[in-house]
Nanobody
Framework: QLQLVESGGGLVHSGGSLRLSCAASGFTLSNYTIGWFRQAPGKEREVISC????????THTNSVKGGFTTSRDNAKSMVFLQMNSLKPEDTAVYYC??????????????WGRGTLVTVSS
């Protein structure tokens, strides 16, 4: 069964850190670009980072640059999002998604169900 499963979300104080994991099964992760997305209450889902299939190209949206780091371990079929210096505005449901096309919301082939991150002030 083809799956992406996020984990690592939770409640953290402002300035704290969390590490999200995305576990893939049922397909060959190394063939896919992975995107991390988030959706805050009342807002559209937005892409925050993309990592190429080999991991050599990584991009982050401006709002998380300097605070978030994306990595992957294809041998373990895992992708990670390290989030440091979290702010209340980072509160959202975080999703990982896989694509063999472009890394944007409309071109992802598979989605996880998401993990909730809540940052208290």
């Amino acid at each position: 069964q083809l799956q992406l499963v996020e984990s690592g979300g939770g409640l953290v104080h402002s300035g704290g850190s969390l590490r999200l994991s995305c576990a893939a099964s049922g397909f060959t992760l190394s063939n896919y670009t992975i995107g991390w997305f988030r959706q805050a209450p009342g807002k559209e889902r937005e892409v925050i980072s993309c990592i190429s299939s080999s991991g050599d190209i990584i991009t982050h949206t401006n709002s998380v640059k300097g605070g978030f780091t994306t990595s992957r371990d294809n041998a373990k079929s895992m992708v990670f999002l390290q989030m440091n210096s979290l702010k209340p505005e980072d509160t959202a449901v975080y999703y990982c998604a896989a694509s063999q096309r472009r890394c944007n919301r409309d071109d992802m082939d598979y989605w996880g169900r998401g993990t909730l991150v809540t940052v208290s002030s």
